[in-house]
């Protein structure tokens, strides 16, 4: 089976959706698919970066995009007919898909806005809202299968092996990849203040963020603390923590499924919906958004949490329980051949 994934990845836009249909691509590939990916060129991309892990890509030069005008390009630069087209892309739509359909037999999307006319046989999104079972009702064909909630979170094989003991006053800081509001350098301040408590921490970036050179500088005199650039070692990261001071998205359920307790900035408005309701059930805290961060607010909160195990074991254990250990990303490769071979 050949599978084609359309996803981008942008200073702008972040590293999200390149990075979960790398996850499913590599599972795919286990089970025998040749996967290649569509990228567009622009500021943060991560086409380098998915050609040294081994994937074919086709990269897009438009502007602005356009989608029929990115359809014919695409379309013109395929050398392969594709059982499946993965599209994880916001500005994306029924439009796109459609298009696709004369060199793509069947189409999956993976979304979390659910604001657009869809056309496809799959969706999958991972998010956890009350109303999720609604939200794309008049949106997708009738003959479409949901994926709904953190039951189908795109997870790397690491979340379901990886172990470690919490360490007291560990921190894991993470913003995504490339954190275009630069709230890792005002986390960075925060922990200056807090030196004296004796706080150490695991600092991720990911390859495209902009600030890495500022941000190298500004941990030159924080010995107990780390900076990992594109770690493959999330995970264990994770499980290593006391704490997680974050961003929303995926991290939401990566984080979850480790039992980790989280404070997280909303970095984007498609995460505040989620993030709230997580925080209504106990499953992590809200800080508010990224314009609203200031280094004393960090060192404020993380001060008060980090001086509460009994309640950080509580938010811990509340997000463990909302991603189950043997669902995720097997479970989405299930349902996705399912769907091919019985079509």
């Known amino acids: 089976m050949r599978v084609l994934f359309r996803a981008d990845a942008s200073i702008a836009r972040g590293s999200g959706h390149i990075m979960r249909c790398l996850t499913l691509a590599k599972a795919l590939q286990q089970r025998g698919a040749v996967c290649d990916f569509a990228c567009r060129v622009e500021s943060g991309h991560l086409i380098a970066w998915l050609q040294q892990q081994g994937f074919n890509v086709i990269s897009l030069i438009s502007e602005p995009l356009n989608e029929e005008h990115e359809s014919q390009l695409l379309l013109a630069a395929l050398q392969h007919d594709y059982r499946l087209l993965i599209v994880d892309h916001y500005q994306l739509t029924a439009t796109f898909c459609q298009l696709l359909r004369q060199r793509c037999q069947y189409v999956m999307v993976i979304d979390d806005l659910a604001n657009r006319a869809l056309d496809c046989e799959l969706l999958l999104d991972q998010n956890l809202l009350p109303d999720q079972h609604l939200r794309y009702q ?3 064909p009738a003959h479409c299968r949901t994926l709904l909630g953190p039951k189908f979170a795109l997870l790397r094989d690491e979340f379901y092996s990886a172990s470690a003991t919490p360490l007291a006053n560990h921190l894991l800081i993470s913003f995504g ?8 350098s005002i986390a960075i301040n925060a922990l200056v203040m807090l030196k004296p408590r004796g706080i150490t921490a695991d600092i991720v970036i990911g390859a495209n963020n902009p600030w890495r050179a500022m941000l190298q500088r500004q941990l030159a005199n924080l010995p107990d603390v780390q900076l990992h650039i594109q770690t493959t070692s999330m995970a264990t990261l994770m499980r290593k923590a006391r704490l997680m001071l974050g961003a929303g998205g995926t991290t939401h359920w990566e984080r979850s499924i480790c039992g980790l307790p989280g404070l997280v900035v909303t970095v984007a408005e498609n995460q505040q ?3 709230a309701y997580l ?4 499953a992590c805290v809200w800080l508010g958004q990224a314009a609203e961060m200031s280094a004393e607010f960090f060192a404020e909160q993380l001060c008060y949490y980090l001086s509460q195990p009994a309640l950080l074991d509580e938010i811990g254990l509340r997000a463990k329980n909302l991603v189950p250990d043997n669902a995720g990303t097997p479970l989405v ?3 996705i051949l399912n769907v091919v071979a019985n079509r």
């Open 138 to 140: 008049g949106l997708i």
């Open 177 to 184: 990849g490339s954190d275009a509001d630069n709230l890792t």
């Open 273 to 275: 919906a989620t993030t």
């Open 279 to 282: 925080n209504k059930l106990g």
């Open 333 to 335: 490769v299930e349902q």
